[in-house]
C-alpha cells in the first residue's frame, strides 16, 4: 500500500513570497490533515478535510493561509504572503477508522524555511 | 490549541534500561494515541487505547490510561539504540463528530548504545 506522498520535501524563500505544497493520501481515506510542526514542538492541527468539505480549521490564520481538496483526494496548501514565523515542517496525514479509533498515516512533511 | 502536554520533555538512557513517557491531557477523550517521530522522518502511529481501556500492550511497548486523573503513561522495556525519537501522545476528544486528533508537544528520548 503506497504512503502519504508530498512535495516538495524542501523548499526555501523570501519572506513576502508565496509558496504552495501538495499532498496525496493513501487511497480510499476520507479524512486529511494539515500539521504545522515548528522545532521542538509537537503537530498543530491547520486543517482538516473530510472528503473534499472543511471540518475543522480554526487555527488556519486565513489572512495568509488557503488549503483545498479537489474531488475528495488531493490537496493543497498555499501560504501567500509568507513571514518568517511560518519556518516549519508542514505535514499531511490521512486517516482510517479502526474500531472505535482513528489511525492516522503521515507523509515524509515540506520543511520550509523563511528567510 | 494542543490538548496534551508529555513529562519528561527530554529522557536519556542506557541501552536495555525502560523508558517510561507520560501525558496529561484536559478535556474528555474518545481516545488516546502514541506516535513516533524519529529525526528527518515522518510520525509513525504506534498504538491506540480507548476510553474504556486501562492497559494495553504491543510487543516491547506497554500503555496505560487513566481517565479519572486525564493521564496516560508510555512504558519502553529493553530500549534500543533505534527507539531514540520523539515521542507524541495525541487525543482525540470526546463530542467531536469528525475525528480531530490534537498532539501534545512531544518527549525527546535518547537511548545510549
Known amino acids: 500500500e503506497a504512503g502519504v506522498a508530498q512535495s516538495p520535501r524542501y523548499k526555501i524563500i523570501e519572506k513576502r513570497q508565496s509558496v504552495a505544497f501538495w499532498c496525496n493520501p493513501i487511497?480510499?481515506?476520507?479524512?486529511l490533515y494539515w500539521y504545522q510542526q515548528i522545532l521542538g514542538q509537537g503537530p498543530k492541527l491547520l486543517i482538516q478535510f473530510q472528503n473534499n468539505g472543511v471540518v475543522d480549521d480554526s487555527q488556519l490564520p486565513k489572512d495568509r493561509f488557503s488549503a483545498e481538496r479537489l474531488k475528495g483526494v488531493d490537496s493543497t496548501l498555499k501560504i501567500q504572503p509568507a513571514k518568517l514565523e511560518d519556518s516549519a515542517v508542514y505535514l499531511c496525514a490521512s486517516s482510517i477508522r479502526r474500531g472505535q479509533g482513528v489511525e492516522q498515516f503521515f507523509g515524509p512533511g515540506t520543511r520550509l524555511t523563511v528567510l | 490549541s494542543q490538548q496534551g502536554e508529555e513529562d519528561p520533555q527530554a529522557l536519556s538512557i542506557q541501552e536495555g534500561e525502560n523508558a517510561t513517557m507520560n501525558c496529561s491531557y484536559k478535556t474528555s477523550i474518545n481516545n488516546l494515541q502514541w506516535y513516533r517521530q524519529n529525526s528527518g522522518r515522518g510520525l509513525v502511529h504506534l498504538i491506540l487505547?480507548?476510553?474504556?481501556?486501562r492497559e494495553k500492550h504491543s510487543g516491547r511497548l506497554r500503555v496505560t490510561l487513566d481517565t479519572s486523573k486525564k493521564s496516560s503513561s508510555l512504558l519502553i522495556t529493553a530500549s534500543r539504540a533505534a527507539d531514540t525519537a520523539s515521542y507524541f501522545c495525541?487525543?482525540?476528544?470526546?463530542?467531536?463528530?469528525?475525528?480531530?486528533?490534537?498532539f501534545g508537544p512531544g518527549t525527546s528520548l535518547s537511548v545510549i548504545p
Open positions: 495525541a487525543t482525540v476528544p470526546r463530542g467531536t463528530s469528525y475525528d480531530k486528533v490534537i
Open positions: 487505547i480507548r476510553s474504556n481501556e
Open positions: 487511497s480510499g481515506h476520507a479524512t
